[in-house]
């Protein structure tokens, strides 16, 4: 498993919302009220942490937060497009096939042959599903293959790797214009 003490992001400060210190937050949890729920985090540098007084859902993954110990709009304005981050071991264990984006990284990917891709460098999503980005292992583009079953057969924390079945495109074979 990943390392514990990996800073995990889990939302955004927004603008300021009203004159009391209160501050709108874009949660990137998949329930947005459950980033209160991790306990104090921090900023990417460790260097500030954040202790929610209270939070309310405003819309979406939108969030309207009181931290404790700020009481005006003038603090949080400062606080203006901060990152919120946790430690990887104040979140709750993921269920059975489900991953945080930020454990795939760095995993080795292989073929089923044992044929080394590259390393996992980042899972993205554009709105269709989530994309897996490879850096190949011998340099030169990216490769962005889809996270699904079918394609990431096998994720193995233990052996830090994934392995991926690419689909025909990724193999060579011809598109369906270039025959």
């Known amino acids: ?41 921090t900023d990417k540098a460790g260097a500030r ?30 606080l203006t497009g901060v990152e919120l981050f946790a430690r990887r071991a104040q979140l709750p264990p993921p269920s059975d096939d489900e991953f945080y984006h930020d454990d795939l990284v760095g995993l ?16 993205r999503n554009f709105g269709a599903g989530d994309i897996l980005e490879i850096a190949p292992a011998a340099g030169g583009e990216t490769l962005l293959l889809p996270f699904t079953k079918a394609v990431a ?6 052996k830090g790797r994934i392995i991926i079945v690419p689909p025909h495109e990724i193999e060579g074979e011809p598109r369906q214009e270039e025959r």
């Open 153 to 158: 057969v096998e994720v193995d924390f233990d």
């Open 108 to 123: 080795e990917a292989l073929t089923r042959e044992g044929e080394m891709l590259g390393r996992v460098i980042a899972l």
């Open 1 to 41: 498993m990943p390392a514990s003490d990996r800073l995990i992001p889990l939302g955004i400060f927004g603008a300021p919302h009203g004159v009391r210190g209160e501050l709108r937050v874009k949660s990137y949890a998949q329930d947005p009220k459950a980033i209160g729920a991790y306990g104090d985090l």
């Open 49 to 78: 942490t954040f202790k929610f007084a209270a939070l309310r859902l405003l819309k979406d993954d939108m969030l309207v937060v009181r931290l404790a110990g700020m009481g005006s709009r003038e603090e949080a304005e400062k």
